[in-house]
Structures are given as structure tokens and as C-alpha cells.
């Protein structure tokens, strides 16, 4: 059994612990939503249905999937409102356009960094740093080999 040991709990980490496998197929929606969006909802419901009975590392994935949902769903809803806002104050239709745009592309990088990070540091059996964090978990991001 492979383990590895966090400085954060006593306890092994390995991969038999309780709600991992759930938590790869949860990640795995979350990046399918880039294509099919109702892959998402049904990654939330996974892991919300999933987390009382993960182990406490685990828990910090299914947390930071959880948060990464419902700020997408936040932030989404927020630019339908500013975009519906520019559309009645009879702004250029070019601006919201330009500005979705943007708006997605931002989403889009903000969803794979923070699913990378996740599958990075769920792969070599460690916790979110920060689950809450808006960004990417607390993770140290480099363009480097360890």
C-alpha cells in the first residue's frame, strides 16, 4: 500500500482512503463541464453527497470541488447580470461581447488551473492547503520541474 505522510495529520495518506475514487470522477466533471456543462451540477451532487463519509484529507478536495462549483456559479450568474446591464444601458453590442469573452476565457483557465492542482496533489495523496481559497488551494504554482 502506498502511503505518504502530510505534516498537517498524523495520519497516512494512501490511495484506499475513503471518497478518493469519488473524488477523481468529481474532478473529472468539473473538467468536462468545459464541454458539456451539466457535467458540473452533477460533480457538485457527488461530492456533496460524498463528503461526510471521505477521510479529512479527502475532505479538503471534496471542499475545494465544492467551492470551485458554486463560485463558478456565482461568478456566472454575476456577469449574466452585468451583461444584461450593458445590453439595456444601450452600450455598442460589441462591448458584452468582448467582455463574455474575456469573462469565459478567465473561467476557463481559473477551472483547469484549479482541477490541476487538485489532480496534482489528490495523485500524490495530499490535501488542499486551502480549500477555501479563491485562487488555486494555497498550492505553490511553478513552471518548473521538482
Known sequence: MATALDPHHA???DKQAPGRGATVIV??????????VVTAPAGALVAHLKYRHAAP?????LQFQLRTF???VLG????????QLLGVAGISPMAPWAMGYVFFTTCLI????????G?????ANRPVPDPRSLA???????????
Open 11 to 13: 495520519e497516512p495518506l
Open 27 to 36: 474532478y473529472m466533471l468539473l473538467l468536462g463541464s468545459v464541454m458539456t
Open 57 to 61: 484529507w479527502v475532505q479538503s478536495h
Open 70 to 72: 458554486w463560485l463558478g
Open 76 to 83: 456566472g450568474a454575476l456577469f449574466a447580470v452585468v451583461w
Open 110 to 117: 481559473w477551472l483547469v488551473g484549479r482541477c490541476g492542482v
Open 119 to 123: 489532480i496534482s496533489r489528490l495523485i
Open 136 to 146: 488555486f488551494g494555497g498550492a505553490d504554482i511553478t513552471l518548473r520541474d521538482a
